[in-house]
């Protein structure tokens, strides 16, 4: 980022192939729409791009991009005035014959999810399947690491619960 952010256009290159596909798996998560996800992760870069004067040293790049990603999806999801839609996700798990015992869990832990309030539900995703760490997600979404934690322990539990999951011994 700081080769981009000091003239080096090939740079944009290879920034571009390292975060494009992780930004799109973590997009297509909140709208729902490939399409969509597309148009946010470009929308992405030229905000990098737009912004890679403010870029410092001493940032991380792959929160700051994320947070641009995730910031975006947001507005999408304002703008659209309803929940994300998983369409492609839902036919290919309604494709596989009920009762296989890894579709139903997906479809109970999907289900599960999708019941969390936003702030936990985005903190677990971004651990678990972006395998960001808390300083990390913490960057992404504005908050402390303290929190996060919360967010995350909060969640935790409440999958628990509703997937009857005994809870873990106490330390």
Do not use: C
Not at 11 to 27: D, G, K, N, S, T
Not at 37 to 52: K, M, N, S, W
Not at 82 to 93: D, K, N, S
Not at 128 to 156: K, P
């Amino acid at each position: 980022m700081l080769a981009y952010a000091g003239g080096d256009a090939a740079a944009l290159r290879q920034l571009f192939e390292r975060y494009a596909p992780i930004l799109l798996r973590l997009v297509q998560r909140h709208v729902g729409r490939d399409a969509d996800a597309q148009d946010i992760v470009q929308q992405t870069f030229l905000q990098l791009h737009r912004a890679r004067g403010d870029f410092r040293a001493d940032m991380r790049v792959r929160p700051w991009i994320m947070t641009i990603a995730l910031n975006l999806a947001r507005d999408l999801l304002r703008r659209r005035g309803r929940r994300p839609e998983q369409v492609l996700e839902e036919e290919a798990l309604a494709a596989v014959p009920a009762g296989a015992p890894d579709v139903d869990v997906a479809r109970r832990v999907r289900a599960a999810l999708s019941g969390l309030p936003r702030d936990q539900r985005e903190v677990i995703e971004l651990h678990w399947f972006d395998q960001l760490s808390f300083n990390e997600i913490a960057a992404i979404v504005g908050a402390s690491s303290g929190a996060v934690r919360v967010r995350a322990h909060r969640g935790y539990q409440a999958l628990r619960k509703t997937l009857g999951e005994p809870e873990p011994a106490s330390r």
